[in-house]
Nanobody, 114 residues
Framework: QVQLVESGGGLAQAGGSLRLSCAAS????????MGWYRQAPGKQRELVAS???????NYADSVKGRFTISRDNKNNMLYLQMNSLKYEDTAVYYC????????WGQGTQVTVSS
């Protein structure tokens, strides 16, 4: 298992930017495909961006061109750069492995004011 701690959320205006960070424990991190997920009130958790161990990325249509996922395998870190934020990006954001049963962290709240 990998333990995950998200940070970097906060309040931003529409059109603004935030950078989320995820600190992961364990050497297994570097071989895992990782993703950023979000859950808005009353909605299911959704995967918004993912990155393979080799650095290939994929994005949900709703964030494509605005969000960038990256990773630092040496330091067991995962990042999500969020630009051109929209009100509908408001959610709790989580990092976790993709297609693997791993415990969730506490998440970090992102609130975008319109």
């Amino acid at each position: 298992q990998v333990q995950l701690v998200e940070s970097g959320g906060g309040l931003a205006q529409a059109g603004g930017s935030l950078r989320l960070s995820c600190a992961a424990s364990g050497s297994i991190f570097r071989i895992l495909a990782m993703g950023w997920y979000r859950q808005a009130p009353g909605k299911q958790r959704e995967l918004v961006a993912s990155i393979t161990s080799g650095g290939s990325t994929n994005y949900a249509d709703s964030v494509k061109g605005r969000f960038t996922i990256s990773r630092d395998n040496k330091n067991n870190m995962l990042y999500l750069q969020m630009n051109s934020l929209k009100y509908e990006d408001t959610a709790v954001y989580y990092c976790n492995a993709v297609n693997r049963d791993n415990p969730w962290g506490q998440g970090t709240q992102v609130t975008v004011s319109s």
